[in-house]
């Protein structure tokens, strides 16, 4: 009982140090978290990037964001013992224990959060620490995750369009934003697909209206400079003769490209994913961010054709590996 207790009130005070600067930074949208003064840094060549998952997602009550610091080894995981191993499970880290020890970064080197699409990056600063076990028997692991207390405004859970992103460094990251997907187009609208992209997708010759139907769906963002990042799913759909969609023969593809700066035709970038978006300066973009289960990718725009750093901040769970395929088929499963 006493656990509990002492959980919840330190829940509390978490709450409210992450409700209050949220409630201040409302009064000023429109003012720059930096000086003007200040030159700009720009975004890193090589970013130590910071991945965020919902409490809710890890089983904890509330609205809001964690940060993933670290996988705690086996070997000094204390807080999931024996049995305990074999569960998906959070517990809160006392404050009389060292989690550079438990392989947390250096705590003197701040981390820099990009909330909202095209704004700066605010300081942050961890307040309360968890021990989260989660993933599947085959593969589960525990992670020492962090409550931020942030100096500017982050959306709520919701979609993954809103999920906050930091940088771990010593300055901050000035004139550095984060753009998130700021178009959406599908074939629903009666439209073709872009001839630019059409040419990177594998043909299907044999899949002919009305017996076979070809659904895609593209979210992308550009720049002023004529870069771009397009995030293509298609899908093909073979009926068969029969009614239920689920029944339907389907072929799912998806890539994501990204058309540099004075180039006519995209790339595909390497190890893709589902486009989480992308930080640039006012020298153009910079880096490329995609997430597929459990890992964020870290692509370097300037280098299409490197695979990009996998930062992994979580294991999938059963349920989530076996509905984590991406499809456009109607079908309801």
Known sequence: MRLAVRLTAQAWVSSLALL???VASAQFDDVDTFPASEPERGCPKRPDVVPFTARNLVGL?????LAHQAIIPESKDRFFVESERDRSGVKLVPEDVDVRKLGAPDPSV?????????????????VVWWAVRMGTDADRKTYLMSELQV?????PPGRLSGTPVALRQKDAPTGCKLRRADDNSTSDEGRGLPLELSDVLPERTSCEAPECQRKWEIFSSR???GSAVFDIAVSWMKRG???????WATEDHTALLLRPAGALAPL??????????ALYDSTGLRTVFSRTLGVLNVHDAAKPKVAPKAVRYGSPTEEE?????RTLSPCKK
């Open 20 to 22: 209050m600067p949220l």
């Open 61 to 65: 009550p509330g609205s809001g964001w």
């Open 110 to 126: 701040p981390l820099w959060v990009f909330g909202k699409a095209d704004s700066a990056a605010c300081r942050a600063v961890p």
């Open 151 to 155: 100096d500017c405004d982050v959306l």
């Open 223 to 225: 720049w002023d400079d």
């Open 241 to 247: 003769g029969k009614k239920d969609p689920c029944e």
């Open 268 to 277: 595909p970038l390497r190890s893709g994913g589902a486009f989480f978006g």
């Open 321 to 325: 590996l076996a509905h984590g395929k």
